[in-house]
């Protein structure tokens, strides 16, 4: 099969797309052949080795954590699902490889996709999706009216959080840049500022944060009302040490809580994520879809920043006729 892999750390030209081996499959696992995966906004970091002190995630190693795709085969103590099923799902916790033309997961990883969209749409939601759907149905359980300030509102979780805040009826307030001010309104946001300017120092306080930067927290910290909380969905990887010392801090505080957690999706957060999806409360939000020779061009635009949603990875295109 055809998969993206790296030898070393480094830029975005240490990619390259080989052959490698089919997976097998185990007793608990699923093959699925994979119809597209999204390019996750921290990829760039690890497969640069900025996180390698905190990882232990080491080359040779394969980029995509989450995809779209048709189950290929089943293990057999499997029970959910059958040859040709559409499915979605993520990759075992902290390990990377989706961006291949097929992949074996452990069966609880997985859930059917959601009817209502494509496969290659669908591929922009699993990682992303569930993180905002854990962090405000979870982790803050986010009640109807409460405010809610989405900081990077335009990128791949931001954009979700501005959907799912306003499904769970919070009042969203969304920063990003000028130019994705009127696009960030249109998927719900009842206030939108530009980031880089002082207004964003007079905003009233809110009830929950959810910070997919990771720049400068404490300032953003300050905005919390006393009994508020701060999902810290990103890292400064120029500053490891003062973040995992904000969020540690943050974490025991008496007020103004910081919230910090690490994705892993069960079965159960996938179907409830195509639910939403299905009802039309969340919608995939692809910026470009890449085909998966071009892999370097997308992690090279991933670090320039400035997407709308997500990069999407076309792994397999299907053939005339062959549906979605």
């Known amino acids: 099969m055809r998969a993206v892999r790296y030898e070393r750390f480094g830029p975005a030209d240490v990619l390259r797309v080989v052959d490698l081996p089919e997976p097998t499959v185990r007793p608990d696992e699923v093959l699925v052949k994979v ?3 999204s390019v996750g906004a921290g990829e760039a970091a690890i497969r640069a080795g900025r996180l390698r002190r905190i ?3 080491r080359p040779p190693a394969g980029v995509g954590n989450d995809f779209a795709g048709r189950v290929e085969a089943v293990g057999a103590q499997t029970q959910r699902f059958r040859e ?4 979605w799902g993520v990759m075992p916790h902290l390990t990377f490889g989706s961006t291949a033309e097929y992949v074996a997961v452990p069966e609880r990883l997985l859930s059917l996709a959601p009817t209502t969209v494509g496969l290659v749409e669908a591929a922009a939601l699993p990682s992303s999706g569930t993180t905002v759907l854990t962090a405000l149905t979870q982790k803050v359980q986010l009640p109807a009216k409460q405010r809610l300030l989405v900081r990077g509102a335009s990128g791949g979780v931001g954009s979700i959080a501005v959907q799912l805040g306003r499904a769970l009826g919070a009042h969203v307030t969304a920063l990003a840049g000028a130019h994705n001010l009127d696009w960030v309104r249109e998927l719900g946001a009842d206030e939108v500022v530009d980031y880089r300017t002082d207004a964003v120092k007079n905003l009233a306080p809110f009830d929950v944060i959810i910070d997919s930067v990771g720049t ?3 300032s953003f910290r300050r905005l919390l009302s006393r009994d508020g909380k701060m999902l810290a969905l990103a890292i400064d990887t120029a500053n490891l040490l003062g973040t995992f010392v904000f969020i540690a801090r943050g974490s025991i505080a008496r007020s103004r809580k910081v919230v910090s957690f ?3 999706p069960s079965t159960e957060q996938l179907e409830a994520l195509a639910r939403y999806v299905e009802k039309g409360a969340i919608r995939p939000l692809v ?3 890449f085909p998966m020779d071009d892999i370097v061009e997308a992690h ?3 670090e320039a920043g400035g997407v709308r949603g997500k990069y999407v990875i076309d792994v397999c295109p299907p053939s005339p006729g062959s549906g979605r």
Do not use: K
Request: charged residues 35%; hydrophobic residues 30%; glycine residues 4%.
């Open 35 to 37: 119809r597209a995966a």
């Open 55 to 57: 990882m232990r995630h």
């Open 84 to 87: 040709g099923d559409a499915v």
């Open 216 to 218: 400068d927290p404490q």
């Open 262 to 264: 690490s994705n892993d």
């Open 287 to 289: 910026d470009t879809v």
């Open 300 to 302: 090279r635009r991933i």
